[in-house]
């Protein structure tokens, strides 16, 4: 009987799975939403929501690799460069990360974590931010399809998990400084970047004076409406199709296509949001309902800090370097089109150099190679993930990929130990090294930001902090 109900189940998850991402993840979000004890209308209405937003995303995908990768086919064969993958940016790429058939798991996973921690009192951050549940399914899968291991990727995943909300803890006060929002902190995967650039930003610190830097806002008034979406994806469309040999009209079509396709890839990932902020709000009530007479961090999303102008700035200046890099760089396999505008290497340099330009500047030029490479690196794993769900359809000999990933240098780490290959050795344990560093450098400087807010004596009994 034990056997026969093991059986049932199976049959019953491998039906869901089969229904597809977009029915099946909308029926695992209504369910947590119920968990959450939310109301039957507002949890369907959140888990059709997300429905919608992956199949907006795919739709985006297949606009941007039928008019986009065809083009960027023909330039490839009239240049001579090698460069078969093209760049879906960060909402495709994660839309088509939700596609994995494991992917429901992070949800429990994530939760599962925050609550342990909270428990045991490892962290006061109360993680929110359930968008990014989707970075912890990139890093599963990714490890998954590289070392053929799921628990292996989930395994990762979940130590993802614990050292975001160490990292929250840890640049709270940081945060504040730079926000002047008390009460919140930053659970993102990007701002683990930090274990690997915090040594780079040190050295940075001792050769350039803080002094050197420059007004981000009027520079950035200076460039004007060609910082806009839909302007750079006109140029950059019609630059490809110049490349590629297309005549003037078809030219033009192809700048108002990309455009087009820029400016609504922000749009579809809207509707994640959408869908993942009422369940976050009736996370937050959950928590804090079973941890009374206990201050927490509420972890939000990264766009909190999206009003300084030095992001936007370097991300606009630093686009031409980009596409250089792309075609100069030998073995290098990825156009840059979705994610041009880098947001995972800026946003935590702007962190940790406290929105100084020059070092920020410094730091993306010397961080693309590395992007590129992750991106090539990981293409055929994105690729093959597509084929596989059916999800989107790559045209022959061309392969999906994502420039920019939220820490590419770790997820390149643990999928090059996750096989034990020498090189993955080394740089695993190189992270170990280096993660001790970071997290007891933040720690000491959380010291500093506090004085400087005028946060004077924190109760650790129960995380309340008096000024």
Not at 1 to 14: A, R, T, W
Not at 338 to 347: Q, S
Not at 373 to 386: E, G, K, Q
Request: net charge neutral; charged share 15%.
């Amino acid at each position: 009987m034990e056997g026969k109900s093991v059986e049932y189940i199976k049959i019953l998850f491998q039906g869901l799975i089969n229904m597809g991402a977009p029915v099946f993840l909308s029926i695992i979000l209504i369910i947590i939403g119920l968990i959450f004890r939310m109301k039957f209308s507002r949890a369907f209405s959140a888990g059709l929501t997300l429905g919608v937003a992956l199949v907006g995303i795919n739709l985006v995908v297949d606009f941007m690799i039928n008019n986009v990768g065809s083009a960027s086919k023909a330039f490839v064969e009239n240049t001579g460069i090698q460069l078969g993958a093209l760049d879906m940016g960060w909402p495709p790429a994660l839309g088509l990360a939700w596609t994995w058939e494991f992917a429901f798991l992070m949800f429990p996973i994530q939760i599962l974590v925050n609550l342990v921690m909270l428990t045991f009192r490892w962290t006061d951050c109360v993680n929110v931010d359930m968008w990014n549940v989707g970075n912890k399914v990139c890093t599963a899968f990714l490890v998954s399809y590289v070392s053929g291991l799921v628990w292996l990727g989930l395994l990762f995943a979940t130590i993802q998990a614990i050292l975001e909300l160490k990292n929250a803890d840890y640049t709270r006060y940081r945060l504040q400084k730079l926000t002047s929002i008390p009460g919140v902190s930053m659970p993102h995967p990007m701002f683990l970047t930090g274990i690997w650039l915090y040594p780079f930003v040190k050295l940075m610190d001792k050769v350039i004076p803080s002094t050197v830097n420059f007004d981000a806002q009027k520079v950035r008034e200076k460039i004007g409406a060609f910082g806009e979406n839909h302007i750079m994806g006109f140029l950059i469309g019609c630059l490809i199709g110049l490349f590629g040999g297309y005549d003037f009209k078809a030219t033009l079509t192809l700048g108002v296509q990309s455009g087009a396709a820029l400016t609504l890839f922000p749009l579809v990932a809207k509707l994640f949001t959408t869908a993942l902020t009422p369940i976050s709000e009736s996370a937050t009530d959950f928590m804090k309902n079973r941890f009374k007479n206990r201050t927490f961090t509420i972890g939000l999303d990264w766009p909190i800090m999206a009003g300084r102008s030095e992001h936007w700035l370097i991300m606009i200046l630093t686009i031409p370097i980009v596409l250089l890099y792309s075609l100069i760089l030998p073995g290098n396999l990825v156009l840059p089109f979705g994610g041009l505008m880098n947001i995972c290497l800026v946003v935590p340099l702007f962190f940790l150099t406290n929105g100084n330009l020059v070092k920020m500047a410094i730091g993306t030029i010397l961080g693309i190679p590395m992007q590129l490479y992750v991106a090539s690196y990981f293409a055929p794993h994105f690729t093959r993930l597509a084929q596989s769900t059916g999800g989107v359809s790559a045209p022959d000999n061309q392969m999906l990929a994502w420039f920019g990933m939220d820490i590419s240098e770790l997820r390149y780490i643990v999928a090059e130990f996750s096989q034990l290959t020498p090189v993955g050795i080394v740089l695993f344990i190189s992270t170990i090294i280096l993660s001790v560093f970071y997290f007891k450098g933040m720690k000491k400087e959380e010291e500093q930001f506090k004085k400087e807010l005028g946060i004077e004596v924190e109760n650790t009994s129960n995380g309340r902090a008096i000024s």
